[in-house]
């Protein structure tokens, strides 16, 4: 079998999760009725400290419902140039929400310099321009960071955009597709970040290795209007406990095993970047995800294309850039392979015609 690294997306439900499907009691979720979300909802909330959570289909669904939830038509989403949202979503706040996506330059650890967030926030003012502007909405984070090599952003720098989105009395919503791997790889509760927004997206489906859903959690009240937009986005699900309950196993027992997965992740970086000719900052591999060039040496696509045929599966990550990405499911051993593999390819890459 292919040692599969694209992304921590294809991971397979574990056997717990198999059975917990299996004899999950159910009930018609859009009446409120299916115990078994409602417990993965209550769970949800009780590990990010916050009053409420919601079951969605999909980590682009939480982003989009809770926008929606956030903003009024015609308001600003100011967010990261590098951001999933602004990337990966086919701009669905826009295309559906009618709102206004407000980029900001990312730094390379995934931060958005706080300057330029003040700076995006048009502030009503006698300035005539106030009248040209579209208001401001939510400012949105993301942590780990995935175009940013699963940088993990800390609760400090967190608390220092609270402070800012508090002086102009804006929501910070927090895209924590991977927070689990922030938390886990800073070695600190899920509350230290959750503390400074006022919502939050997380998925199940990627490490945790449940096969579908997010939660988004908030106040009661932003959970009660996120409820309505999922509804309104065609992702209110009926006997949807059989996909919570492996979400619940996911919470309860997936979230301590993704140290193994940044240990992995390490074996990768410092087995690849030992190659000739590699290019890969070993300070940016913080958590799962491990980004690398080969500049001058093996096109991404090439590389891509070769591994592929020998069993070990990458992804194109643009510029350049190939991913590696370790998740349950992946080994040390697996990794240690995956090295070889690579070193294998650029071998006779640099030494094109040796048998
Ligand atoms: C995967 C991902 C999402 C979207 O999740 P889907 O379930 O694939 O829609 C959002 N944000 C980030 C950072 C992600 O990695």
Known sequence: MAIDLRSDTVTLPSPSMRQAMATAPLGDDVFGE??????????????????????????????????????????????????????????????????????????????????????????????????????????????????????????????????????????????????????????????????????????????????????????????????????LLGGGMRQAGVIAAPGIVALTEMVDRLAEDHRNARILAEGVARLPGVSLDLAMVQSNIVVFRMPGVVEAEKLQAEASVVGLLLSDFGAGRLRMVTHYGITGDDCRKAVGIVAGIVGTTLAPGRT
Not at 46 to 55: C, I, K, Y
Not at 156 to 175: G, K, M, S, T, W
Request: glycine share 10%.
């Open 34 to 231: 299916d115990p078994t979300v409602n417990e993965l909802e209550a769970l949800a909330a009780r590990v990010t400290g916050m009053e409420a959570g919601l079951f969605v289909c999909s980590g682009t669904m939480g982003n989009l419902g809770s926008l929606l939830a956030h903003c009024q038509r015609g308001q600003e989403v100011i967010l990261g140039d590098q951001s999933h949202i602004y990337h990966y979503e086919n701009g669905s706040a826009s295309a559906l929400g009618g709102l206004v996506l407000h980029p900001v330059l990312t730094n390379t650890d995934g931060t958005l310099p706080l300057d330029a967030i003040e700076a995006a926030i048009h502030l009503p003012s006698h300035n005539y321009h106030f009248y040209h502007w579209a208001p401001p909405g939510v400012i949105c984070l993301e942590n780990t960071h995935n175009r940013c090599g699963g940088a993990v952003l800390s609760p400090e720098y967190f608390a220092e955009v609270a402070a800012i989105a508090r002086r102009h009395n804006l929501p910070v919503h927090l895209d924590g597709a991977r927070l689990f791997n922030a938390a886990v790889a800073a070695g600190r509760p899920l509350t230290d970040w959750t503390g400074h927004v006022s919502s939050v997206q997380l998925c199940l489906s990627k490490g945790l290795a449940a096969p579908v859903g997010s939660l988004i959690c908030g106040s009661s009240a932003f959970v009660d209007r996120a409820r309505r937009m999922r509804k």
